[in-house]
């Protein structure tokens, strides 16, 4: 069994993330108009803070949406309320979409797989939900059995148990599974000390040192499995 991430690995998240808020504060102006790079940065940081409050389970998927948006425009004076920030979000997060591109390289690895035979599954940080609605936009939904998400299984990266909980979802074996993601520390080296054959797609050629094996694109991928 084979199973990947979904940002980062399959779908190209920062590019879609900073094209989409980019876009949005376009549709602000003039509360962002020469501060864009600045803003960009602070939606970013604000991002990662209240999605890893989720990802612990001390925020909802609703609640971090909220509180990123309601951050970004408090840092240029204007404080939202619930409805306004949800209703600004809904606008950030349909400039989002129209920006989700897979990478080069997956549609041929997939197809390639598939051709071989190898079960393809998902081990996904977020919301059930979205990352379906990724898989299906991306056109790659069908490629997948099981889609695994944080959400649902009530424990995240790096916990161990996310890939135990696939595996037996999968009816595999977990030292007979491999996982491809693009964090070393989230995907590859937790996935291994869960059991399973972790491997690092280090997309930005960070050369950093890894135990498991690396690749810097999903073609690489092929030679590990044979």
Known sequence: ?????????????????????????????????????????LWNQLSEQYFNQFLSNELSFHEQKRLRMKGIFQQYGIHLTNEEADQKFNLYLSSYRENWTVYADVIDVLEDLKRKGYPLGIISNGNYEQQIEKL???????????????????????????????????KCRVQDCYYI??????????????????????????????????????????????
């Open 181 to 226: 993601g693009d964090r070393l520390e989230t995907d590859a080296l937790s996935s291994k000390n869960a059991g399973m054959h972790g491997i690092w797609l280090d997309r930005c050629n960070k050369q950093e040192q890894c135990s498991s094996p690396t690749i810097k694109s999903l073609y690489e991928l092929i030679h590990i499995l044979t």
């Open 1 to 41: 069994m084979i199973f990947f991430d979904i940002d980062g690995t399959l779908l190209n998240y920062e590019l879609a993330e900073k094209n989409g808020i980019l876009d949005f504060f376009r549709e602000h102006n003039p509360i962002f108009s020469g501060k864009e790079f600045e803003a960009s940065k």
């Open 136 to 170: 299906h936009r991306l056109n790659i939904l069908h490629y997948f059995n099981p889609v695994i998400a944080s959400s649902r299984v009530g424990v995240a990266k790096p916990n161990i148990a996310i890939f135990q909980i696939a595996s037996m979802k999968a």
